[in-house]
């Protein structure tokens, strides 16, 4: 995700908010920039590394200062990274500034009423309405705070802004749904998407709940909620150590995705779903050509993903197949212009992917990136591209980018199922993903999983089955456990242990059973969980309890009952937290598992 740092009443503001940004560089970024105010406006801001902006700052010959002022590092959601991109944005008359984490989901309303008014746009940004807005008030004559208020009622979507305006030493602040936090020190005073932004000259906090309202002045600082009410909340002092900054106090990167998941996932649906029309409304995906089938090709995590996708679109009486990056490179499947080839990749670098997609292309077919990483190769060669907008990712294992990929997944099987005529998205899914944010943090906040996972150390092997879309689930349980524990662990369809893989079961390999829902699928693999009972395997099951198979387990894994297609989801919220508590028993370097990296550009 992006990265918010502001600061009022320090006689070093540029350096204080470039130290800031540099503090914010592990959550990933594209480029930087920063806004000084008080009296005039300066704003510096470049693409790539926090190096090209200070260098900006060195060559710019009027030197800038001031005592209030606002920093960004962007990771790119709308529009490629550019120094034009980049934040803080501001109106055509630089006197409001504006740096904005989030998405503004009815940004292109907005800026279609302001471009017919006259004002012209200078990037691609969601984000520059906001200033426009602001300016736009101040020129019908409200105050500076009105007119942030007033602007901020214009919108809608997820946001943390951090606002100043020509001729007031504030900044002004408001989130939702996108983390944000003031830094109380002594003489000075902070803005933060994340604690370590400040930390260097406060440990003393204060979180911003949904809807609130901060503004930050030399003498204090104030919040306010949606009514106009002052809050009174006080600081809390954080403890943490330098190395835990980075990481929210958290132990891993890992712990820290797997916990921003409701975060990224409500940035994945904004404004991509309308529940008034039971409708997804994917606008990248609107110059796709007919699509008669589709073939995914895939590593990894991204493949479980792909496995995913597959299965909807059947489900959807769409052919589709996924397949292997690293198989389809060198054996492509039969393609026609109305192939759509979508790459899953959460770097768009993969080596195998993006040959695969090459040679798709070269054949004719239409290729589709689904990607988290803006301007990424695979993002630049495809002929479309659709991004799952779940932030940087810094541990090697893939978390909240396999949940975003999979609800990314669901959106563009929706939007191909109505090309194709078939019906219509129902209302029960788009609540489903609505409601999968708060149902994720459900699921985190009560998880036994660190308790359950104490049971089985020392085993021998580690099973996990499921059936239909859990089957991919299964996989990647097996996988995210096996990469980071560096135990033996296998993911199986759950009809196949029968097969072969039962000669391997005994007491000593705990099975990891997914069963959700109440239908033929969720009561067959009941018999398979049965099939281990009888050969004394320990069962460690997954479930919504819509069926009755918790009597034949030995720990259940609770997860909230939702749509068929959610569930899965759910379920693979537990296993990633199976997987990280016991390589946290075994004192695993989590975030780099031995032997792996996060981008694999060999083939
Ligand atoms: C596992 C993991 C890998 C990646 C795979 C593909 O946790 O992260 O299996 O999924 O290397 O990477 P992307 O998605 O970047 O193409």
């Known amino acids: 995700m ?3 740092i502001g600061c009022v009443g320090r006689d070093d503001t540029v350096e ?8 914010l560089e592990y959550r990933g ?14 704003v510096t801001k470049k693409q790539g590394e926090l190096e090209n902006l200070r260098a900006e700052l060195d060559n710019n010959e009027s030197s800038v200062s001031g005592t209030v002022g606002i920093g960004h590092t962007r990771w790119s959601t709308h529009g490629p990274p550019s120094d034009r991109n980049s934040h803080p944005h501001t109106d055509s008359d630089n006197r409001v500034s504006v740096v904005h984490n989030g998405i503004i989901e009815n940004y292109q309303s907005i800026r279609d009423e302001l471009t017919t008014e006259g004002i012209t746009f200078t990037s691609d940004t969601d984000s520059e309405v906001v200033p426009h807005l602001i300016a736009g008030y101040l020129d019908d004559g409200l105050n500076p705070q009105a007119a942030f208020e007033k602007a901020v009622e214009r919108i809608e979507g997820s946001y943390a802004l951090a606002v100043i305006i020509e001729g007031t030493d504030a900044i002004f602040a408001v989130r939702n749904d996108s983390p944000l936090v003031v830094g109380a020190g002594d003489s000075a005073y902070f803005l933060g998407s994340d604690v ?16 609130e309202f901060a503004i930050l002045r030399p003498d204090g600082w104030t919040i306010s909620n949606q009514e ?4 009174t909340k006080n600081p809390k002092t954080v403890e943490w150590t330098a190395e835990q900054t980075g990481k929210s106090g958290y132990s891993h990167f890992m712990l820290k995705e797997i916990n921003e998941q409701p975060t990224s996932l409500r940035q994945c649906i904004s404004g991509r779903v309308d529940e008034l029309k039971d409708a997804v409304v994917v606008e990248e995906l609107d110059h796709l050509s007919h699509v008669d089938r589709v073939q995914f090709v895939a590593c990894g995590t991204s493949y479980h993903a792909a496995l995913y996708g597959a299965e909807l679109l059947r489900d959807r009486d769409i052919n589709s197949k996924a397949y292997l990056a690293s198989e389809y490179a060198t054996a492509p499947a039969p393609v026609t212009k109305a192939t759509l080839v979508v790459g899953v990749t959460q770097s768009g670098e993969t080596a195998d992917t993006l040959s695969a997609l090459r040679e798709a292309q070269n054949r004719g077919a239409q290729t589709l990136a689904l990607t988290n990483v803006v301007g990424s190769t695979a993002a630049r060669e495809c002929d479309h591209v659709l991004y799952i907008r779940a932030g940087p990712e810094i541990g090697v294992a893939a978390t909240k980018t ?3 990929q999979l609800v990314t997944l669901n959106l563009l099987v929706e939007h191909l199922a109505r090309g194709r005529g078939r019906s219509t998205t129902n209302y029960e899914l788009i609540t489903a993903l609505r409601n999968l944010p708060n149902q994720v943090q459900h699921v985190l906040d009560e998880s036994n999983a660190q308790e359950v996972v104490d049971e089985y150390v020392g085993d021998n092997a580690f099973f996990f089955i499921g059936r239909g879309l859990n089957f991919p689930v299964a996989l990647e349980g097996a996988l995210k456990f096996k990469e980071i524990t560096y135990e033996h662990a296998e993911g199986f369809a759950a009809g196949e242990l029968k097969h072969g893989p039962l000669a391997l079961v005994t007491a000593n390999t705990p099975i990891f059973a997914v069963v959700t829902g109440d239908d033929e699928r969720a009561q067959k693999t009941i018999g398979n969980i049965k099939e281990v009972e009888a050969r004394d395997a320990p069962v460690v099951l997954i479930t919504d309890g819509e069926t009755e198979a918790e009597r034949y387990a030995d720990h259940v894994l609770e997860i909230p009952d939702s749509h068929q297609r959610v569930s899965p989801m759910l379920a693979n919220v537990q296993l990633q937290l199976v997987a990280y508590h016991m390589a946290d028993r075994f004192g695993r370097d989590i ?3 031995r032997n792996l990296a996060k981008s694999v550009t060999v083939e």
């Open 2 to 4: 992006c990265g918010i």
């Open 16 to 23: 204080t908010l470039l130290n800031g940004l540099s503090n």
């Open 29 to 42: 970024y594209d480029s930087a920039g920063l806004a000084i105010g008080g009296g005039n406006l300066e």
């Open 196 to 211: 370590p932004a400040f930390l260097d000259y406060t440990r003393d906090v204060v979180y911003l709940d949904n809807g």
């Open 228 to 231: 106009g009410d002052n809050v």
């Open 402 to 404: 396999f949940s975003s």
């Open 591 to 593: 975030d780099k598992p």
